[in-house]
């Protein structure tokens, strides 16, 4: 894991937040490359999850909300807090339930305090009087459960049927760690479908399946991806059965990837006795009820942690060791870099160029890289996961009349060169 963080700084994937500033303990920044590929996956997720099916609506609900939404949703109360401890000698504050002696400090040794609940909500007031409390949401459901109302009555969906959401949320984690695991700003990738209550089991089974083929389209071994049934005395107060699927990670092993949770009606029917208004789901023959809901929930930082533990590899390859990101094609940033053999022959150049803007039209995701030799280039390209190097060289100019108008596509995972036409290209890289 070490060797990945320093890889995402080197190479312009993952800043630590407020880095020229000693930075702040769990927030990170997105650079570049990291940019591209957290994209790639957003992009991928609400494809499979949204838009490749006729079940699905999307929303994006605002990160403020109304103080009341939490109450009722009971993450104001005990049920949404961690147990904390202070040294009473450096003041270090720790997770209680994460400490293998509750009564020492492992800094210094001191003795620790009382354990107490802490609330993970980040407050904030609203207005310019400042008298109006709200919260940095903990959660995108809840976003998803006020607007349930408004879907039903604008779009008319038949059940079942699933609310997606894309979003940031805050939890004002005690001890952020392990990278972006575990951080106080983060993204989630949520579902909340909507069932009858007698068919929650077999919504519960077809999604399970649809979960394992997202974690396919990611790249990741199912080896390294186990379900773990979460026991009942472990269970979240809305939850009746929930499922984690964790990946094993680099020097900490399996730890949760995503979750899924059978959420019953507790929140809609939490919601609709705290605002008054109903959240009913009228059938065409009249039938009324509150649906049950199963919630498929992906963070899009554990995603990334997985994706680059997946792919990163180490192996050799002309006698010396190279590292490389074994990532998919449709995730990773570049999907192709084109260079010409010698930056310095104008006539290379200009013709890499027309490549380059071809491809780029074509793929958008494209680099130009002339910077080095052309092995320090291969190298860069595989260090940050582009699948294909294609080549401009002399032969490209016709030096070898038979391979005029043609150029070098080099393999990032075997390091084969093979000789393709220019009009061919887009298709071949297809």
């Known amino acids: 894991m070490e060797k990945i963080v320093s890889l995402c700084k080197r190479r312009g994937f993952i800043f630590q937040g407020s880095e020229i500033y000693g930075g702040l303990a769990g927030t990170w920044d997105y650079g570049p ?17 949204v838009t490749d099916r006729e079940d699905m609506y999307g929303i994006n609900a605002s990160i403020l909300m109304n103080e009341k939404v939490w109450e009722a949703s009971g993450h104001t109360g005990a049920g949404f807090s961690d147990p904390i401890t202070e040294c009473t000698k450096c003041h270090h504050r720790f997770r209680a339930d994460h ?7 492992p800094d210094c040794g001191g003795a620790l305090g009382e354990v107490r609940n802490f609330n993970l909500m980040f407050e904030t007031k609203v207005g310019a009087e400042g008298t109006i409390k709200s ?9 998803i459960f006020v607007n349930f109302k408004n879907v039903v009555d604008t779009m008319s969906p038949k059940i079942p049927f699933g609310i997606a959401q894309v979003g940031k949320a805050f939890r004002n984690e005690i001890a952020p760690r392990d990278f972006l695991f575990r951080v106080r700003e983060f993204e989630q990738m949520e579902i909340e479908y ?31 991806i186990r ?19 964790e990946y094993n990670y680099p020097g900490k092993g399996f730890d949760e990837l995503s979750g899924f949770a059978y959420r019953t009606d507790h929140d809609l029917k939490s919601h609709q006795e705290a605002s008054g208004a109903s959240l009913e789901y009228i059938e065409p023959d009249g039938t009324r009820f509150i649906p049950h809901v199963l919630e498929p929930s992906f963070g899009l930082g554990r995603a990334i942690t997985a994706v680059f533990s997946e792919a990163y590899t180490e192996d050799e390859m002309s006698g010396d060791v190279r590292t490389y990101l074994k990532l998919p094609v449709h995730l990773a940033p570049y999907r ?8 310095n022959k104008p006539e290379l150049v200009e013709r890499a160029r027309e490549v380059f803007l071809m491809l780029k039209k074509e793929f958008g995701n494209i680099a ?23 080549v401009i060289d002399f032969d490209t100019l016709g030096e070898t009349p038979a391979l005029l108008d043609t150029v070098t596509i080099r393999d990032r995972d075997t390091g084969e060169q093979t000789r393709v036409a220019i009009s061919e290209l887009v298709a071949a890289l297809r």
Not at 33 to 49: C, S, Y
Not at 99 to 105: H, I, K, M, N, R
Not at 336 to 343: D, E, G
């Open 194 to 224: 909507f069932v009858k209550e007698g068919e929650w089991e077999q919504q519960f089974e077809a999604w399970r399946e649809y979960i394992w083929k997202w974690f396919d389209r990611l790249g990741l071994s199912r080896e390294n």
């Open 99 to 105: 400490l293998s002696d509750a009564t020492t400090c």
């Open 227 to 245: 379900e773990f049934e979460v026991p009942e005395n472990d269970l979240a107060h809305y939850s009746k059965r929930t499922t984690d699927f």
């Open 135 to 143: 919260y940095l949401r903990p959660e995108t459901a809840q976003g």
């Open 33 to 49: 490359l990291g940019v591209m590929l957290r994209d790639n996956i957003l992009r991928e997720w609400w494809k499979m999850f």
């Open 368 to 390: 130009w890289d002339d910077n080095g030799n052309i092995g320090k280039r291969y190298r860069r390209q595989d260090e940050i996961g582009t699948p294909y190097c294609v």
């Open 336 to 343: 192709v870099a084109v260079s010409p053999l010698l930056k």
